[in-house]
């Protein structure tokens, strides 16, 4: 079973909202750790968006938009990146991100389309 | 501002070797970590390893351990990645990225590199 795993896909509207989830695996508990996430358009280098641990504990990465917000679900055991007013332009994929075993590990990444 | 710029595409047989240069730029090259990570075509992000270049120290996947070297060159403000005996699995684009130590915040990042591995 893969460490972290995200949905290959998600389609919203825009001006909708979207929650991408990065679920990890069920022996390691999310609360714990920095969850990261990327976004990556195609043909470019991924671009950091954000660091989240707690509310008290985070981080957001260099002009990113206050559309975009980090949280966790702890019942799911699931690091969560909300994206709010869904824009053409927030079409990517995201990767979300975490140290472990001595390894830092990304999850498989969701294709976000705004339809 | 901070920036890494690589150097270009490689093409390489099974079995050989390549490097990958990442060049810093706008910053103290000493002040940042320098982490590598790859994509092969179609896919995800994997990480490879990363350097402290001030005081050398690196650390690797496991997976890739035995063949890959980080290595870096202060005078010139550049950090290398070398992976050994490819295979067309190693097929991938090759980004370097720079990270305040122990953390992953991947704060800038190069270009990337294609590195293709055929016969």
């Known amino acids: 079973q893969a460490v972290l795993t995200q949905p290959a896909s998600l389609s919203a509207s825009p001006g909708a909202s979207a929650s991408l989830t990065c679920t990890l695996r069920s022996d390691i508990n999310v609360d714990t750790y920095n969850i990261y996430w990327f976004q990556q358009k195609p043909g470019s280098p991924p671009q950091y968006l954000l660091r989240y641990k707690s509310d008290s504990d985070n981080r957001r990465g260099s002009g990113l938009s206050s559309r975009f917000f980090g949280s966790k679900d702890a019942p799911a055991n699931a690091g969560v990146l909300l994206i709010s007013g869904l824009r053409s332009e927030d079409e990517a994929d995201y990767y979300c991100?975490?140290?472990?075993?001595?390894?830092?590990?990304f999850g498989g990444g969701t294709k976000v389309t705004v339809l | 501002q901070m920036q890494l710029v690589q150097s270009g595409a490689e093409m390489k047989k099974p079995g050989a070797s390549v490097r990958v240069s990442c060049k810093a730029s706008?910053?103290?090259?000493?002040?940042?970590?320098i982490n590598w990570v790859r994509q092969a075509p179609g896919q995800g992000l994997e990480w490879i390893g990363w350097m402290n270049p001030n005081n050398g120290d690196t650390g690797s996947a496991q997976k890739l351990q035995g063949r890959v070297t980080l290595t870096r060159d202060t005078s010139i403000s550049t950090a290398y990645m070398e992976l050994s005996s490819l295979t067309s699995e190693d097929t991938a684009v090759y980004y370097c990225?720079?990270?305040?130590?122990?953390?992953?915040?991947?704060?800038?990042w190069g270009q990337g590199t294609l590195v293709t591995v055929s016969s």
């Open positions: 991100m975490m140290w472990h075993s001595n390894t830092w590990m």
């Open positions: 990225t720079g990270n305040k130590a122990l953390t992953g915040d991947f704060d800038f």
């Open positions: 706008g910053y103290t090259f000493t002040s940042y970590d």
